[in-house]
């Protein structure tokens, strides 16, 4: 009968255990600050090495894993006075952490970076041993920056959601009695190529190019050194689309 009793208590008490850690994680405060944890990776490098008459060889793996999820269950757990946000925009405060691992325990480097949303300033920066260290640094900044700050924070939010008013129809659109100036297409080629291309006596590219002209008479030119310039009148209709390809004739070598 004791095998039995023993076996119950042990049962009972693990349910215990079990029950004790899966309790609700503490409600923050209303007035609690705001922070957004970004995407942080968890680096980890592992090798191994041996030998024997007189050979020897060795390895080394190691590589990167998502660990944001991992930060905001510690933030919950060592620094419930803050509430945690996925949307950047909505928190005071960004949290940056890289956390090293496959290494003893005296070799991991955590590193972990807090920057103020509203001015842009790093309110702490430190390198420590474990996920957990890391973790109450960064709350012991935060918490004593938004005791100093929390309220200004707070009134420069408030102030940019009253500047946002919601209106009950979209302004009428002020349209101008001006109509746009009608165009038309002008394809410009050249023989040889990348001639310049002027426009009533201005540069607006190099051939072949496609250019919009406004409607009505315009003098097109095509330079290019060592050749004679091409010049040409051309009406242009507005929605036409007009095709020009230029055959420079070399220009004579001076004597």
């Not at 009134?155 to 959601?161: E, G, K, R, T």
């Not at 746009?180 to 002027?198: F, H, N, Q, R």
Request: glycine fraction near 10%.
């Amino acid at each position: 009968m004791r095998p039995y009793l023993s076996l119950a208590m042990i049962i009972l008490g693990l349910s215990t255990l079990s029950l004790a850690q899966e309790k609700a994680a503490p409600i923050p405060p209303v007035d609690a600050a705001p922070v957004f944890v970004t995407d942080s990776q968890s680096w980890s490098v592992a090798g191994s090495s041996g030998g024997s008459g007189g050979n020897y060889g060795g390895s080394m793996a190691g590589g990167a894993r998502p660990q944001t999820a991992e930060i905001i269950k510690t933030f919950g757990e060592r620094c419930p006075q803050v509430t945690v946000n996925n949307i950047q925009a909505k928190a005071d405060y960004i949290v940056l952490l890289d956390h090293e691992g496959g290494k003893g325990a005296l070799r991991h480097k955590n590193k972990v970076a807090v920057f103020a949303r509203v001015s842009g300033d790093s309110i702490v920066s430190k390198s420590t041993l474990s996920l957990g260290g890391s973790v109450q640094d960064a709350c012991e900044a935060i918490l004593h920056d938004w005791a100093v700050h929390g309220s200004v924070m707070r009134s420069v939010a408030s102030a940019a959601q009253s500047n946002v008013a919601p209106s009950a129809s979209p302004a009428p659109i002020a349209l101008s009695s001006t109509a746009a100036p009608a165009t038309g297409k002008l394809s410009v080629a050249s023989t040889p190529p990348d001639a310049d291309i002027e426009i009533d006596g201005s540069f607006v590219g190099n051939t072949p190019s496609d250019v919009q002209v406004t409607e009505g008479e315009h003098s097109v030119a095509v330079l290019k050194k060592g050749y004679n310039d091409w010049k040409r009148m051309m009406r242009i209709s507005a929605g036409s689309s007009v095709h020009v390809n230029a055959e420079l004739e070399k220009a004579p070598t001076p004597q």
